[in-house]
Structures are given as C-alpha cells and as structure tokens.
C-alpha cells in the first residue's frame, strides 16, 4: 500500500490522471509490471489492471448496487445471475459486505464506497488508486475502510492512496511518497516518521494546528436561528428543474432523507445563536442537513418556518443579495459550483458576491479597475499562487482557488461566516493561512459557523459544537475536551443530548439539549 | 499580463478563422461532388461585392442581422436559447406597421413612438416565454418556437382586412405608414441606393449592448448567470428575475429588429416582409461569438452570402444555383460550434499548463535565491 502526499497544486491529481490515463505525460514513462506503457485513455488503463475511485463517487443513485457494478461493462460477465454470481463472490472474498440488489439510494456513504471498489474490482484491477477515500468517512468508518484495504493487500493487490490526513497515511501506508512542485521530494516509511516530519517535507515549514487560543466569545448575538425547518426540495417544488439537490453536488445523500414518499423535512426545527467572536462548528455525516441549513442562511432556499435573525433584525425574508451586502460572507462547500466562475479570470471572481459593494462598484457601475487593484491586494496578501490576474480561475490549483474566496469573502469584513469546508482539498500550508484568517476575525468580533468534514479542524477551531443528524441539532459537545471519535459516534446518530468525554465521571445534563435554544448559548 | 491578451485574441480569432476555412473547403467538396468548378462561385461573389449597390443591399441587410443576432446573443449570455427572435421580429414589426398607418404625430415624437412599440411588442412575445419558464419550468426553447408559430396565425389573423389589415390586389398589408414616422437615410445616389437611416440605431444598440454588459453590475450578474447558475445564485443573483428580464430584453431587441427596413423602405409589413431573421441571427450570434464586434462582421459576411448569390444564377457562361450560399451558411453553423468548443478546450487546457509552468518557474527561482 503506497500513499501519496503532497500540497494542493504539488501535481498528485494530475500524476493519478496520467496514471489512469486521463491525460498524457510530456516526458516520462510508465511501467506496470516492468512493462512500459502508454494510456490514451482510462479504458487502456483498466485493460492494465489499474482502476480508480474517485473522491466524488460516481454512482447512479437510481440503479441498484449490481447495476452500477455492470454499467460500461456489460461484456464481463453480462448483466444478470453470472455478474451477481461474480459480485458476490468478490465481496465475500475481500470482506465488502455488497448486497448486489439494493438500491444505491439506500445507501450511506460508506456504503457507497464500497461498491466504488467493488466496481474498480469487477474491472479485474490489480492496482487501486483511491484519491482521499477518507475525506467524507467519520472515524469509524474510516477505520473499516483500512480494514477493506489491508484484505485487498493480503490478497496481493496494490492500493495507491492520497489523502491529506497525514495520521491516517502514517496508520495504513507502506511507504509513502511526497511530492512538492510537481516533483518528488522524498519518500518515507512509516515506521521511523512522524507526522511532523512528513508535514515538513510537504511544505517546507511547521505543522499548523488548528488551536484557538483564549475564547473570544462575547454576550452579543449575531444570528438567531430559531424552529428553522426546511422541506427536502422535490418534494414541495414539483417541475422546478434549476434545483439541485442536497446530496446532488457530492453524490451523497443519507438514506433518510432520499427514503419515503411524503415531503421529507431536511431541517427540523433547528435552533442556534451565534455570538460576535464565537466559532460554531457542525458536525455531521454529509447529506444531514447541512445544504439547507446554509442554503437558509444564506438565502437561496428560504425556509419553510422558522426565523433568521441577524444582529437583532429579522432577514428570514431577505434575498441573498441583501444578506450578502448587510455583512454575511460565504465560503461556499463546493466552490466549483457555488464559489466561482471557473472561466471568468480571477478579478472578475473577485468581484463575485459583491457586485454592488466597493470597491467593485460605483452606484449601477462597476468599477474595473478597483476589482482589479484589489485582486491584486488579495492575491499578494492570501498567498495566491498566480502569474496574474487575468488568467481564469480554473487554472488555479484548488487550494489557491479556495485562498482567493477567502480573502474575497474577508475583505468585505463580515460580521457573520458561513464557512462551508473552508479548507476541504486545501494542501497544509494554506490550510493554517485560511485558520489563521478566521481567528484573526474572530477575534475582532465576528460570529462563524463553521461546517466541516475535518473533525480535528471542528474541535480545534470551534468554540461550540454541535451535532447535525437527520436534519436536526442532536447533541452539543464542547470542543475542549471531545475527542474525534466520541463526536464521530453522535454523528451516526449513536449518541444525543450532551456529549461529555467519557473520562469524566458524571454525564450530568444529557437531557438539556431537548430545550430547542441549547444550554451553553443560553448561558453565554 | 500581456502574454494572456494576446492569447486571448489569438483563441477569439482562431475559432470563427477555423469554422470559416472548414465551411468554404466543405462548401467546395459539394461543388466537386456535382460536377462544378470548386472556385468560380467563389470569386463571382466576391466580384457582386465590388459593386456599390450590392454594397448597400448588403449594409441594409446586415443592419437587421445586428440587430437580431444581439437579441439571440444577450440570451445566449446567460445560457437563455431565444429561438423565438423570429417570430418576435414579425409581430412587432407588424404591430409598428398598424400604430404606424393609423396614428400620425410630428415625426420628433412618431419615430420614438414607432420604435417604443416595437420594443414592446416584442418584449410582451417573449416576456410569455419568461414567466412561463420562471413559473412553470417550461423551456424557453420550446416556448419560444411554439410562440414562433403562434405569431404566425396571429399576424395572418389582424391582417385580414375586416381587422387592420388593407388589402392590396391579393397581399394582405397593414396599410401604408403615414409619413412623419418614414425615417429618412442616406442617399447615394439613384443607381447606387440608400441606405437606412436606422443603421445607426444598430450600432448604437451594439455600443450599448456592450457597454451594459461589462461595464454595468446588471451585465455582470447576466453574465455570471450565464457562466454558473449556482454560483450566480449564491452571490445573490435572483436567478428568477433574471432569466425574465433577459427574456424582456431579447424580445425588446428582437422587436427593432425589423425596423430599419419598415421605416426605412418598406413603409408597410405585408406577405412579403422576410422571415426567418431570426433564425439568421442565431447563426451570426453564433459565429460572432456574442461579441458585438464580432456580430457585426458575422452580420456582414452572412449579407454578403445572401446578396451576392443571386448573381450565380445568371453567371455566363456557367450558371451556379444560389443555393450554394445557402449550404454556407448551414456548414458555417456546424463549423462554429464544433470549432469554437474544441479551441475553447483547447485554450483552457493550454492556460492552465502555462500557469502551472510559470508557478513552476516561480519556484525555481526563489529556491536558486535561496541557495544563493
């Protein structure tokens, strides 16, 4: 099992492209079982043996697991009892556990992973590339996946693994390699490195944590949501088509909230505040709610009841716009979709969600070369890596990308930070750049919330936690003494009410998260 | 950042360049394939452009190609289909025509009058589309065909000559325009023609088209509109609104489009106006890219086709169907799409290699500093 690890824009994507011939190297060769080859396309890569899952699973949710399996390669063991037959046997074999005849939809995302490596398995690969597998799993999960791994090892296959979980590589990886600037840096075993020094060599400097230190909290509320409920989209909105749905952008839904006929709540009466210099985090299996809950506060999707309050007023009926320019800055969880204008250049981004605020605009005009002056400025000041302004935003690497709707988003100086993943696919250095921003605004006062799948980011920048499941507010934890696994088992619904670390004693007030407000903000 | 502009210049020139190239080569494979010169039709055309009168049909015409393709281009801008500029084109101009004939004011008021109803004819056709795609889901591009067809019913309908319309011999017309609202052009003389005086009303529309679009917040938020909905919505584009306003500005257009030759010539809408404008304008929105610079030369080009062939049927000593500037301009649409996605591909691959080897080459010269 060999790992691959590097910062955002090092070339691991493209180097996993190559490798499964999604794109074509310049220079170079590549050899698989001391054979050298050349993949025009990924069909010749399968025909090698070598498959890949991808982060963003690539499943139709409609179809059942033996479908999905069988779909583009029908000729194998064509689409009835010998491709079950084969399923079957492959699960059993390297203890997936697939059941051939459920219904993708019904299933949760691990789930779903799995029948991603089935599928590549029913391909007869002999290689697996897996680009971060971890980064949607909580846990526990995570930790069945590397089970499934080290049977897929013991069965003599190879795994290639990326992640930017560097405790993860340490724990299941052989060997691994780092690559920085589109080159190899080193390689390491596992056994005589640690974090810290793998952290190193992908940067160059330390290892960020994401600490806060002293709490910044004040008494005054920014955002007030309150018994704030949303219907699942489908199923009020019937024909209208430009709706995506929650799950739709990362592929996953959780089998609650796509099973049933009756118009299904995404939100239940949640209710939270949020204070000037507070971080609140949310915890929560992808597909929980968290979509609609920032579509709500942001206002793409209003709510169905309940209020938004913000800094005492109430914006439940605003439009996004008005949100926006009264101080609310989005960091959006897929920034390809909702972040940017992949094809526009980087001042033009820039000017993104803040069309009518300086210095972007004068009156009904825009103001060009201000946009462009303060690209300029943020692309100097957030570590952009850019030859210019004027190139597009799909030429950046992600984690640049992610830094510009950063500094885009800070520079309006908001009073209130939706911040969704806000360093999802981002490489370890910009990662401490984009926490550092956060604190520094938080300590001026402004009031984040923060959704993220990084349970270490959660509970070390959050000064509150929370737990989203099924769409409501399960449980609270505090982010001082909660440990990633125990906040993993209240997100698959294990646990509810107060979480308190299990060294302590007493579980004293498990029952006080039934008050909708919530114990700690009531207290502040 | 210079190396990028010219870059960029070099990709917005590439595309139509290619398209071109591909359609004429295309054009001359079906010359060869029945048997006739691949050259001769070619250079007849070229000669019909020399001539100062083909020069003034071909101005005129293009006046009201601009105008139709800036209705199919604000669309296009924000990925709208307005397929219905056609049908738009016709009523309005046929609305104009009737308010025209029957209501006389000095010409300082008629002639802005005129224009208003045009805008509005056109925009109230294609406004039905908007809100029925913004309330119902339903496709513009449906909508707007169906619409199309409607229009035609509808105008065969008020001409009749117990509603507006004036019957002259067996063409049904909408009876002549009072002359306060004729707007006058530019006389060069009898053999050579004129031409409308409301070509300046096509350039000033594409000057405006531009400015609105990159210089103003409205443009910026059709435009990201156009690129990414979902990003457009959650920088607060009511992506609602927008699509019918977009809707309501293409049909205004569209409703101009006609105008030059109304008020310029033809003083009356009856069964021999043109048709199929519109369908036209899709063609040179395309090819122009929806840049009102670009439109205009596509706009020129499809005029010259369309008055330069009819001299192929009375070549000597061999005679070439017009037609053959027909099939052009259909291999010119295949051409522009085809080209323009694979240098569009093409150009963004190549940029992203670029940044990544100037980062890259960034890098190599900090650590060399470092090292030094």
């Given amino acids: 099992m060999h790992a691959l690890v590097g910062e955002n824009g090092a070339g691991k994507s493209t180097l996993m492209k190559i490798l499964y011939g999604m794109q074509k190297p310049d220079e170079g060769t590549i050899a698989v079982d001391g054979e050298q080859v ?91 590339i897996l680009d971060e597998p971890t980064a949607v799993l909580v846990p526990q999960e995570v930790d069945a996946l590397f089970d499934n791994l080290r049977e897929l090892k013991s069965e003599g296959l190879s795994v290639i693994f990326i992640s930017h979980k560097l405790g993860e590589v340490l724990s299941v990886a052989d060997e691994i390699t780092v690559i920085r600037r589109g080159t190899t840096v080193g390689t390491a075993v596992p056994a005589e490195t640690t974090p810290r020094q793998l952290a190193e060599m992908m940067v160059g400097s330390e290892l960020p944590t994401p600490e ?272 990633p696994e125990e906040l993993g088992s209240a997100m698959t619904g294990a646990a509810t009410g107060h979480l308190e670390h299990v060294d302590e004693e007493h579980v004293d007030d498990a029952e006080t998260t039934e008050e909708a407000a919530g114990p700690e903000d009531e207290a502040r | ?120 004819t056109g925009a109230f056709w294609a406004g039905i589309a908007g809100v029925l795609k913004v309330t119902r889901g339903v496709s513009e591009v449906v909508a707007t065909i169906m619409l199309n067809a409607i229009a035609t019913s509808l105008i065969g309908y008020l001409t009749l000559d117990n509603i507006w319309g004036v019957q002259v011999g067996n063409n049904n017309t909408t009876g002549i325009m009072k002359d306060s609202g004729w707007v006058p052009g530019i006389d060069l003389g009898a053999d050579v023609g004129e031409i409308y005086g409301l070509v300046f009303l096509a350039i000033a529309l594409g000057i405006v088209y531009w400015v609105v679009l990159n210089r103003t917040r409205f443009g910026f938020d059709l435009r990201a509109t156009g690129e990414s909905e979902t990003a457009a919505a959650a920088s607060g584009v009511d992506a609602k609104k927008m699509v019918l306003t977009a809707m309501l500005i293409s049909g205004g257009i569209a409703g101009l489009s006609g105008l030059p030759l109304l008020l310029g010539d033809a003083h009356t809408y009856s069964l021999s106006f043109p048709t199929g404008l519109g369908f036209t304008g899709i063609t040179i929105a395309l090819l122009g890219r929806n840049n009102p610079v670009g439109i205009a030369f596509a706009a020129l080009l499809i005029a010259f086709l369309d008055k330069a062939s009819p001299a192929l049927d009375y070549a000597t000593p061999v005679a070439y169907e017009k037609e053959i500037a027909t099939i052009m301009q259909g291999l010119i649409v295949f051409a522009v799409v085809i080209s323009y996605e694979a240098v569009r591909q093409w150009g963004l691959r190549r940029q992203q290699k670029r940044v990544g080897a100037e980062l890259a080459a960034a890098a190599q010269n900090t650590k060399k500093e470092v090292t030094v």
């Fill in chain 1, 38 to 128: 050349t993949f025009s396309s990924p069909a010749d890569a399968i025909a090698r043996g070598i498959g890949m899952v991808h982060q963003h699973f690539m499943l139709a949710d409609n179809l059942t697991v033996l479908e999905n399996v069988v779909l583009g390669s029908e000729k194998l063991y064509g689409i009835g009892g010998n491709a079950r037959k084969k399923i079957k046997e492959i699960s059993d074999r390297y203890g997936l556990g697939v059941r051939p005849d459920a219904l993708v939809e019904d299933l949760g995302v691990a789930d779903r992973q799995r029948v991603e490596i089935l599928k590549v398995l029913f391909r007869g690969a002999k290689t697996l």
């Fill in chain 1, 212 to 483: 806060t230190a002293e709490s910044t909290v004040t008494d005054k509320p920014v955002i007030q949501v309150a018994h704030l409920t949303v219907y699942a989209s489908g199923g009020a909105s019937l024909g209208v088509e430009s709706e995506p749905t929650a799950g739709g952008v990362s592929g996953m839904i959780s089998p609650e909230v796509a099973l049933g006929g009756e118009v299904k709540k995404a939100l239940d009466d949640v209710s939270f505040t949020i204070h000037a210099g507070e971080v609140m985090g949310i915890a929560g299996v992808e597909g929980n709610g968290q979509t609609e809950l920032i579509d709500a506060l942001i206002g793409t999707k209003n709510a169905d009841s309940g209020t938004i309050a913000f800094l005492g007023e109430d914006i439940t009926p605003w439009s996004t716009r008005k949100r926006r320019e009264s101080g609310v800055g989005y960091i959006p969880e897929d920034r390809h979709r909702q972040g940017l204008l992949l094809e526009a250049p980087l001042w033009e981004n820039r000017i993104l969600g803040h069309v009518t605020e300086a210095p972007n605009a004068k009156g009904f005009w825009l103001n060009i070369k201000g946009a462009q002056a303060d690209t300029r400025r943020i692309v100097e000041e957030y570590d952009v890596r850019t030859p210019g302004i004027d190139v597009t935003a799909a030429s950046l690497s992600g984690g640049n990308q992610q830094k510009l709707i950063v500094g885009r988003e800070m520079s309006h100086s908001p009073k209130f930070l939706i911040a969704a993943h806000p360093t999802r696919g981002v490489d370890v250095g910009a990662q401490a750049q984009i926490w550092d921003r956060i604190r520094e605004a938080r300590r001026a006062g402004l009031a984040v919330l923060l959704i993220s799948a990084d349970l270490d980011e959660l509970i070390g920048l959050s000064d509150t936690l929370r737990v989203i499941y099924n769409g409501t507010l399960v449980a609270d934890a505090d982010p001082a003494t909660i440990t």
């Fill in chain 2, 1 to 120: 950042m210079k190396k990028f502009d010219k870059e960029r210049v070099l990709l917005a020139v590439a595309g139509p360049v290619i398209a071109l190239v591909a359609a004429i080569l295309l054009t001359s494979v079906v010359l060869i394939a029945s048997g006739k010169s691949p050259i001769e039709p070619y250079t007849l055309m070229l000669e019909q452009a020399g001539y100062s009168d083909v020069q003034v049909l071909i101005v005129n015409q293009a006046s009201m190609y601009y105008v139709a393709a800036l209705a199919v281009a604000i669309g296009f801008r924000m990925n709208l289909f307005n397929i219905g500029v056609d049908g738009q084109y016709r009523l309005a101009a046929m609305m104009t025509a009737v308010v025209g004939a029957n209501i006389a004011l000095p010409s300082f008021l008629q002639i802005p009058l005129l224009l208003l109803v045009g805008v509005l």
